[in-house]
Each structure stands twice: as structure tokens, then as C-alpha cells.
T-cell receptor
Framework: SQQGEEDPQALSIQEGENATMNCSYK?????LQWYRQNSGRGLVHLIL?????REKHSGRLRVTLDTSKKSSSLLITASRAADTASYFC??????????FGSGTRLQVQP | NAGVMQNPRHLVRRRGQEARLRCSPM?????VYWYRQLPEEGLKFMVY????????ESGMPKERFSAEFPKEGPSILRIQQVVRGDSAAYFC?????????????FGQGTRLTVV
């Protein structure tokens, strides 16, 4: 598997529910970042968590990082139809450009 | 700050032609990255450049592909003798540079279609 793999590949929920996406990686990192991509558009940076941090919040977003398990999770609370998008984790190892996973496609049903 | 600007947004080329994709990074950003995205897939790293230097081109095919980031002007990703398999969305991202943050700001992409 590649550095930065998201799970699940696709997720469909109802508006108001919480959405949880997971990311696993293989090598040591400086930080891990989550991005969102609306269909046919570029990626938008959501949140960055450093390797010495365990949890971070930004609005309805909550990110956790477990460096011992080499995994991260992104939680979107009280989801809205506008949250429908693909979500990617990206790892920064300090040696090269960000490495992206294959993404989780989130569908929020109104 | 206009953000990362890519042009054209859509590009159609016949097999064997050349494709030139342009990327103007955000003001003050000295690092540029090119990624390729196939439908329903993630972004695959191609090349990482700083002004007048290629830092890492390990993700870029050795043949037909080249990239530059001149002292003046945009970064250019050039694909010679395009083939159908080159059809994809090509995204450019920029960041401030080492020690100033690694958060990447993406352009809207260029969608290349080879017919």
C-alpha cells in the first residue's frame, strides 16, 4: 500500500450525522494534512497536525494523529450536504513533496 | 492574492502533439509542485521545483515529460508527443518554502484530453 491511504474509499451519510475518515501511512512524518476536493476542482487545505500533536480542532473538523499506529482520522460533525466531496490525507516527511492517498469520497444526503 | 493560477483549464490535444501547462504560484511562494490525477484516484506526485531548480522529479516519466520554473514567469509542465494515457487532470501547488510552512495551495487544475 502507498504512503497515505484513506479508509473507507466511499462513505454515504445523512445530513446531520458525523463522518469519520481514516488515513494510514508507512514512514515517519513531520506533519499530516487533510485536504478536500470538490468534483472537478482543486484541493483545498483543511487542517494540518504536527507529529508531536495528538488532536486538533477547526470548526466542525476534528483530526487525531497516532504516530505509534501511523494513522490519522478526520471527523466531520453535524455534516451538511455542502460537505459532499473527496477528502485526502497528505503526509509531509520533510524529504519531498506531500504524498497523497487515494481519498475518501463522502456523499452527504440532504 | 490571486492564489495559484493554472492555465489553460481545459486542453485538448491530438496524439503526437505537445501539451504545455502553466502554473503561476501564489505571491511570495518559491516552491512549486506538479501532480497528476486520474479519474476517481488520488494525486500522484510528479515533480517539485524551486526557482530555476528541479528538486525532485522522481514522479515524472523520464521520457516526453519535462518541467521548469524559470526566474521570471510561470512554471511550465511540458508533455511532448502526447498519448491517450496522458489524459488526466494536472494540478499545480505552491508553498512558501522550507521553514515557512508546508501547507500547499492548489490551483484549479488543467484537464488534458488526448484524442
Amino acid at each position: 500500500s502507498q504512503q497515505g491511504e484513506e479508509d473507507p474509499q466511499a462513505l454515504s451519510i445523512q445530513e446531520g450525522e458525523n463522518a469519520t475518515m481514516n488515513c494510514s501511512y508507512k514512514t515517519s512524518i513531520n506533519n499530516l494534512q487533510w485536504y478536500r476536493q470538490n468534483s472537478g476542482r482543486g484541493l483545498v487545505h483543511l487542517i494540518l497536525i504536527r507529529s508531536n500533536e495528538r488532536e486538533k480542532h477547526s470548526g466542525r473538523l476534528r483530526v487525531t494523529l497516532d504516530t505509534s499506529k501511523k494513522s490519522s482520522s478526520l471527523l466531520i460533525t453535524a455534516s451538511r450536504a455542502a460537505d459532499t466531496a473527496s477528502y485526502f490525507c497528505a503526509t509531509d516527511t520533510g524529504r519531498r513533496a506531500l504524498t497523497f492517498g487515494s481519498g475518501t469520497r463522502l456523499q452527504v444526503q440532504p | 492574492n490571486a492564489g495559484v493560477m493554472q492555465n489553460p483549464r481545459h486542453l485538448v490535444r491530438r496524439r503526437g502533439q505537445e501539451a504545455r501547462l502553466r502554473c503561476s504560484p501564489m505571491k511570495g511562494h518559491s516552491h512549486v509542485y506538479w501532480y497528476r490525477q486520474l479519474p476517481e484516484e488520488g494525486l500522484k506526485f510528479m515533480v517539485y521545483l524551486q526557482k530555476e531548480n528541479i528538486i525532485d522529479e522522481s514522479g515524472m516519466p523520464k521520457e516526453r515529460f519535462s518541467a521548469e520554473f524559470p526566474k521570471e514567469g510561470p512554471s511550465i509542465l511540458r508533455i511532448q508527443q502526447v498519448v491517450r494515457g496522458d489524459s488526466a487532470a494536472y494540478f499545480c501547488a505552491s508553498s512558501p518554502g522550507e521553514g515557512k510552512g508546508t501547507e500547499a495551495f492548489f490551483g484549479q487544475g488543467t484537464r488534458l484530453t488526448v484524442v
